[in-house]
């Protein structure tokens, strides 16, 4: 059997990894496909941003994320690392945010106890999440082609999303990829990830413009 991921020869260090060729990007109004490009990619990556606010230890975690997931072009396993290090960042900042309220380590320092935490203390709402919609946005949300329609929350202060899927969905990954996976994932699809870590890290530490893009 092949393996999965040789180790790159010199000079094809910077050649895309063959499995991103064959992802396509569709225009929403033409319905015309093209070949993905590098540029796609990181246009898509640059996007997601976090907060002034950030402390500079969450951010350097991040930014490996953002690094891993652009560099995923060249080495696919890459999407997945990516990810799940944008969960560690998730995780340092939790932690983080808990020292700086509570001027001490938090006892259950694992992810899963400290997103529940920060869910149960009001610091992470649905209304944080820039890929959820609102019973208020249903307008604009039908208007989305069906398969692309992300997720239509009942209230922006309630539990639905964070509670009941976001604090499984985290956890579960991130002690999945943790102990080692054979799951591949494109690293353009992580990006979607980046951006609702990012939501995450961004309501722990928000600026003084918290507006919904």
């Known amino acids: 059997m092949a393996e999965r991921s040789p180790f790159k020869h010199l ?3 910077f ?13 929403q109004k033409t319905g015309e496909h093209r070949p993905c490009e590098l540029e796609d990619l990181h246009k898509r990556i640059a996007k997601v941003v976090l907060n002034d606010e ?7 975690h991040f930014n490996l994320a953002k690094n891993l997931c652009l560099y995923g072009w060249f080495v696919y396993d890459f999407g997945v690392e990516a ?6 960042a998730v995780e ?8 700086h309220l ?5 006892k259950q320092s694992g992810l899963r106890q400290l997103l529940k935490w920060a869910i149960n203390s009001g610091l992470v709402t649905d209304g944080g999440f820039g890929h959820l919609y609102f019973e ?13 329609r992300p997720m239509l929350i009942k209230d922006r202060e309630g539990i639905e999303y964070s509670k009941e899927k976001l604090l499984d969905a985290i956890s579960g990954l991130r002690n999945s990829f943790a102990h080692g996976t054979s799951t591949l ?3 353009i699809s992580i990006v979607s990830s980046l951006h609702i870590c990012a939501d995450v890290i961004n309501q722990l530490f928000k600026s003084c413009d918290t507006n919904r893009a």
Do not use: C, Y
């Not at 950030?54 to 350097?60: A, F, G, M, S």
């Not at 990810?83 to 560690?88: D, P």
């Not at 939790?94 to 020292?99: D, I, N, Q, V, W």
């Not at 509570?102 to 938090?106: M, S, T």
């Open 92 to 99: 340092v900042a939790l932690r983080t945010k808990f020292e």
């Open 54 to 60: 950030v402390p500079i230890e969450v951010r350097d």
């Open 15 to 27: 050649v895309a990894d063959q499995r991103n060729t064959h992802i396509s990007i569709v225009n």
């Open 136 to 148: 208020d946005e249903r307008e604009l949300w039908e208007s989305l082609p069906e398969q692309h």
């Open 83 to 88: 990810k799940l290090r944008s969960f560690i």
């Open 102 to 106: 509570r001027g001490k380590k938090p």
């Open 11 to 13: 000079d094809q260090v």
């Open 185 to 187: 994932m494109e690293p």
